[in-house]
């Protein structure tokens, strides 16, 4: 999946404990179909096994700079991003002086694609100033420095120093693998997830929105060099690592977020399911069973129109939209009317009923219908790549609009 097809990964591990999660990453880049040379210190492979790494990468792991000869300029010849995860402070120390002593240390000396490094010690070795001046020669020299981040640590500590997770690793190398488009630096602001109107203070009204759809156009923004703000409700679906998150619960606190963030931004990407109806009063304490009968009614009333209600500053501000519309039928014409009737540039149409799209699912499909009519299938995929292929179209607008 872009931007990792036919990519060539070259993974340094070296002697952390957070070696294991290293484990995971080269899992996932060779989900996404890269291809990843793990190569291993001596002192990592105290901590992992290099079957290990064998099983995942499925090819024999590097640790000898004598086995084969120039295998340190041969290795990192093909690779089109080299990873050091974990990265020791000796490492960085190692790195910074330009130490070629190792096959590790060689190797990163001889690649001429980009380095990112993953930091991972204990936090007194991470705050020392030694570290912290080895980091500074490293980015100063364009090596990218992902992590580390706050939390437990061996020893039972706490602090800065955890290996950044490999799904935080993963958005930092697609990021550096996508190559710049039109959104570079453009601010997108993006919602997500459902709404909730709350009845009583334990009760509310919502619907089965995930949110991963507007993460997954969030993430590939932010991955084409957007700088990303996403306006989110109650989702248990995980963020995406890079763009600013806003969590809201209620479509009016949405709504004044939206507001907000709209000022300077380029495109709107509103995949929230904004619920329509709420109470038309929401109860202070609990309603209780023995103060109603055997039915409850629910008075409903509609909330606001969060594309309708920032019409005009979308359209002042020149904010491309792009939105969605949700139906069980007559489809093509419903979402039509909506394009117009909400000003949007883009509609993606989902038809609701099917299993393996829509609501709660980790599959899509769906219509994009443009203001001339124009109507482009985009036929089952994940999430994700439904997501790339709304932003393909996009950047390709804007283009033409430039
Ligand atoms: N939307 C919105 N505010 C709402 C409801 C929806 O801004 N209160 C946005 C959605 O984020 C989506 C688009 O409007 O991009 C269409 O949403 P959809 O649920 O398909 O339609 P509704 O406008 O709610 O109309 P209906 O429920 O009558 O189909």
């Not at 120093?161 to 190398?173: K, N």
């Not at 949405?254 to 300077?264: P, S």
């Not at 709304?390 to 430039?402: F, G, H, P, T």
Request: proline share 6%.
């Amino acid at each position: 999946m872009r931007p990792f097809d036919d990519r060539n990964i070259l993974l340094v591990v070296t002697g952390g404990i957070a070696a294991y999660k290293s484990a995971a990453l080269v899992r996932r880049l060779r989900e996404r179909g890269c291809s990843v040379d793990v190569l291993m210190t001596e002192n990592a492979e105290k901590m992992v096994g290099a079957a290990t790494f064998e099983a995942l990468s499925g090819r024999p792991v590097h640790r000898s700079l004598w086995e084969r000869p120039l295998a340190h300029i041969e290795l990192g010849k093909d690779a089109d991003l080299a990873v050091v995860a974990p990265a020791t402070a000796n490492t960085l120390a190692r790195m910074a002086g330009g130490h070629a002593d190792d096959m590790a240390t060689s190797t990163l000396l001889a690649v001429d694609c980009p380095v990112v490094v993953c930091p991972a010690m204990n936090t007194r070795m991470w705050t020392n100033p030694a570290t912290a001046q080895n980091v500074a020669t490293l980015r100063d020299r364009g090596v990218a420095i992902v992590g580390p981040e706050e939390g437990p640590l061996a020893e039972a500590e706490v602090g800065m120093g955890r290996m950044a997770e490999p799904v935080t690793i993963l958005s930092e190398l697609g990021r550096l693998l996508e190559p710049p488009g039109g959104l570079t630096d453009h601010k997108v602001v993006v919602t997500a997830g459902p709404t909730r109107a709350a009845v009583d203070p334990v009760r509310f009204v919502a619907n089965r929105s995930s949110g991963r759809m507007g993460f997954a156009l969030a993430e590939s923004a932010w991955r084409r060099g957007a700088s990303v703000v996403v306006i989110a409700g109650p989702t248990t679906a995980e963020p995406p690592h890079g763009p600013r998150l806003i969590r809201v619960e209620e479509s009016g606190e949405m709504l004044d977020a939206l507001r907000a963030e709209l000022d300077g931004a380029a495109v709107l990407l509103m995949a929230a399911a904004v619920s329509d109806f709420g109470p038309a009063e929401a109860l202070d304490s609990k309603m209780k069973k023995e103060d109603t009968g055997d039915t409850v009614s629910l008075e409903l009333r509609r909330g606001p129109d969060l594309l309708s209600e920032t019409l005009d500053q979308r359209s002042s501000g020149g904010v491309f939209t792009l939105g969605f519309a949700l139906e069980t039928h007559d489809g093509l014409e419903n979402a039509r009317r909506k394009l117009e009737a909400k000003g949007m540039d883009l509609v993606a149409l989902n038809e609701a009923g099917h299993p393996d799209s829509g609501f709660d699912s980790p599959t899509n499909r769906v219509t994009i219908i443009d203001p001339d009519g124009a109507v482009e299938e985009i036929p089952l995929m994940s999430k994700e790549e439904v997501a790339d292929r709304l932003l393909d179209r996009i950047e390709a607008q804007l283009r033409v609009a430039e």
